[in-house]
Every structure is written in C-alpha cells, then in structure tokens.
C-alpha cells in the first residue's frame, strides 16, 4: 500500500454530502479517518440542513472542513461545492461518496494505487457491498444492441482492476485533471442520474473508468430517499429520461420508448396498489424529463 512505503502519496480529498442525518455521516467519517492512506483530507458538505447538523458534524470532528450551503443543492449541487473546493486545495483526486457508507480501512489506497497505475482511468470505483455481504455495485457496461447497460455481478466480477461504462456516485475516485477537461457533476440532474452523465462524459473525453474489487465499500438503506420517496420517484424518472435522451445509446430510438413504456408500467403499478402520491410523482418526472431542455 502506499500508506505504507513512505513516498510521496498523491493528495485525496474525500468529500461526504450530508442532510440532515449528522449520526448517519459521522459514522462514514470516522470510517475514512481511520483509513490506512496517509495523505486524506475529508470534508463534509451539509446541504442546507435546518437540524444543527453542520454544528453537531464541527463538535465531532474539529479537524475535518465542513462547507455549510444556506440551502439543500440536492446531491449534484452539494457534490459542486466539494468538488471547488478539493480543486482549491490542489487535490489530485476526490472521493465522492455517499454518507451513508462505511469504508474498510485500506479502500483509499487501493483505489489511489489502482488510478497511479492506469493514467488514463478517469475514475476508479470501489466494489459496494450491502449490510449482509451480497454484492451492491461494481460498476454496469453498455449493450451492444440495447439501451439498457448490464450491471457487473458477484458471478462475474474478476479479481483484478477491470474497465466498465458506469459507476454509482455513491463512492467513485475522480482524477481531478478529469474535472477540468469536463467540468463538475451537471446540476440540471439536481438527483439520480448526475453519476451515469459524469461517465459518459468523461468516456466522450478519452477517459477509462475502472472498479478496483479489492477497495470495499459498505453501502447502508438511503434513509434520505426513503424519508421522501415521492420526491425520489419523481427524481428517478424525470433524470432517467433526460439521461437517455442526452447520451443516446445503440437504438434508442426503440431503448427510449420501451423506458417510457416501463416507466408507465410503474405508475400503473402504484396506482393499482394505492401508492396514488408516488404515481402522480412518477407521472409528473416522465412528463418533465420530456420536456427538459437539454445542453
């Protein structure tokens, strides 16, 4: 590990966005303060909490930079703000992650010995991992033919550092050079989808994207989605729509409409089951992702 050698280690700033879950992120970071890789900064974002997280998070953790935002940026907004400021520290890469995550102690350096390796990986993703040990994520590769991308699964998951199109915003190593070739996380996804854009675009931009399965990562319930589902319903399926539609995939003139067919599936499905608030929801994030403008 390079923790371990003494070199020089390349300057990685972590960065967790909170919303008013200060217990649920102080957990996360005291997983990153007890990472084994020496040259870590970590820096939580709290994003317009109105609980006296930000203040809670400082008692807790005076050592660690909290960027308070006057109002919720939702997660692409909220990752900006960290993201400016791991580039004003001159980092050489960022840690996104969710706050509702755990890391193993060597994860960092892994993920840090994994990009040094590979000069054009862009972005380097852990191995997630549910609560029970079942495999969460490992990243998810274009068909060849169809638009929907095939998620990499325990069963087939190497043992080495293998290249993939997509990983979860829920814990991805981003080289910062990527961030000034393509920019930040585009904030008109404002919630879901703003992770799959980041990858294409960096693909688009010559990069390679990687899941290193040795670096774990412990993924936990989203409390903050499942708290505001219909908002989340509405997310999802408004910025899915936007996403196909922006980064058109292998026949998406057929992929498109079968999104939209099984999306209408869904609300008909809650509405059957008297889910009435998270169907009008649905309904609402299929008209607007629509009808969203795109770049």
Known sequence: MMAATGAWSPLVAAIVLNYELPEVTA?????????????????IVDNGSQDG????????FPQVAILASDRNLLFAGGMNLGL??????????ALVMN??????????SRLVETAEMLPQAGIVAPAIYRTDGRLWAAGSRRRRLWPFPREVGAVDSPRQPFPVDYVTGCGMLIRCGVLKVIGLFD???AMYYEDADFCARAIAAGYTIWVEPSAQMVHR?????????????????????????QHHQPLWWVGLPLIAFQEGFRIGKDWLASRRGLAHARLRGLKDGFHQDLP
């Open 53 to 60: 997280s930000a203040e809670i998070l400082h008692e807790r």
């Open 99 to 108: 706050n509702d995550t755990l890391v193993a102690r060597d994860m960092v």
């Open 187 to 189: 904030e008109r996804y």
């Open 221 to 245: 319930v989203s409390e903050s989605a499942r708290r505001q589902a219909p908002q989340s319903a509405y997310a999802h399926t408004r910025y899915r729509i936007r996403f196909y539609r």
């Open 84 to 93: 400016r400021h791991a580039l004003a520290l001159g980092a050489d890469y």
């Open 27 to 43: 957990q996360c970071v005291e997983s990153l303060l007890a990472s084994d890789y020496d040259n870590l900064q970590v820096t």
